[in-house]
C-alpha cells in the first residue's frame, strides 16, 4: 500500500487510554460529517458518520460528537490499543454538492505501549 | 478489503509524458472515485463517475481526464504529466444514498513525475 508524509498535527496516548480527535469545519450546509482511518501504507477506511441534525453517535469503540454551534467535531476512542495508531481524517458530504466527501487534513494518532 | 485493485502501484515517468492509471472493482458499486493525496492538502477529489460513461469533475480535474466503459474500471490520464502531479492516487467506489459516505479504498498508486 501506499502513504503520505504528511506533516500532521500529532496526539499521542498511552494504550489504554481515551483519545479524542478534533476537527473544525467551515460550512454549515454539510449533510453528514464523516470520520475516516488511514494506517501507514494503505487507503483510508470508514470509521463512522453523523448526520447533521444529531449531536452524538455511538459505534464499537468510537464515539463522534457534534458540536454545530462552534463548527466542532470530535471522535472519541475508548481504551486506544496500538492498533488504533493511523491517520485520522474527518469528511463532510454535502447532497447539493453532488455528494462529494471534502476531506480535512488529518491528525496522527500515535499509541504508546 | 473490498474488491479494489490500483495498476500500476508505483510509477516513475517524465514531464510531458502520458500516464495512465487504472482501477478496478469487482464489487459492481455504481460510484467510482479518483483523488490525490499531498502533504499538507490531505485527500482532494479529481474526477468521479456516478455510471458507465457518466463522470465528473472534483476539485482539482485540470490536467486530468476520466474515462468509464464498464461498471468495473475507472482510468485516470494525465495527458501530459507535470512535476506537480507528483502525488498518490487513490480509487475509491461506494453504492448510493447514505452509502455515500462509506468509500472503499484502493491501495494507492505512488507517480513520480521527473
Known amino acids: 500500500g501506499e502513504s503520505v508524509g504528511l506533516h500532521l498535527p500529532t496526539l499521542s496516548v498511552q494504550e489504554g487510554d481515551n483519545s479524542i480527535i478534533n476537527c473544525a469545519y467551515s460550512?454549515?450546509?454539510?449533510?453528514?460529517f464523516i470520520w475516516y482511518k488511514q494506517e501507514s501504507g494503505k487507503g483510508p477506511q470508514f470509521i463512522i458518520d453523523?448526520?447533521?441534525?444529531?449531536d452524538k453517535r455511538q459505534g464499537q469503540r468510537v464515539t463522534v460528537l457534534l458540536n454545530k454551534t462552534v463548527k466542532h467535531l470530535s471522535l472519541q476512542i475508548a481504551a486506544t490499543q496500538p492498533g488504533d495508531s493511523a491517520v485520522y481524517f474527518c469528511?463532510?458530504?454535502?447532497?447539493?454538492?453532488?455528494?462529494?466527501?471534502?476531506f480535512g487534513g488529518g491528525t496522527r494518532l500515535m499509541v504508546k505501549p | 478489503d473490498a474488491g479494489i485493485t490500483q495498476s500500476p502501484r508505483h510509477k516513475v515517468t517524465e514531464t510531458g509524458t502520458p500516464v495512465t492509471l487504472r482501477c478496478h472493482q469487482t464489487e459492481n458499486h455504481r460510484y467510482m472515485y479518483w483523488y490525490r493525496q499531498d502533504p499538507g492538502h490531505g485527500l482532494r477529489l479529481i474526477h468521479y463517475?456516478?455510471?458507465?460513461?457518466?463522470?465528473d469533475k472534483g476539485e482539482v480535474s485540470d490536467g486530468y481526464s476520466v474515462s468509464r466503459s464498464k461498471t468495473e474500471d475507472f482510468l485516470l490520464t494525465l495527458e501530459s504529466a507535470t512535476s506537480s502531479q507528483t502525488s498518490v492516487y487513490f480509487c475509491a467506489i461506494s453504492e448510493e444514498g447514505r452509502a455515500y459516505n462509506e468509500q472503499f479504498f484502493g491501495p494507492g498508486t505512488r507517480l513520480t513525475v521527473l
Open positions: 453523523i448526520r447533521s441534525n444529531m
Open positions: 469528511a463532510e458530504n454535502r447532497y447539493n454538492a453532488g455528494n462529494m466527501l471534502t
Open positions: 460550512n454549515s450546509a454539510s449533510d453528514y
Open positions: 463517475s456516478y455510471g458507465v460513461k457518466d463522470t
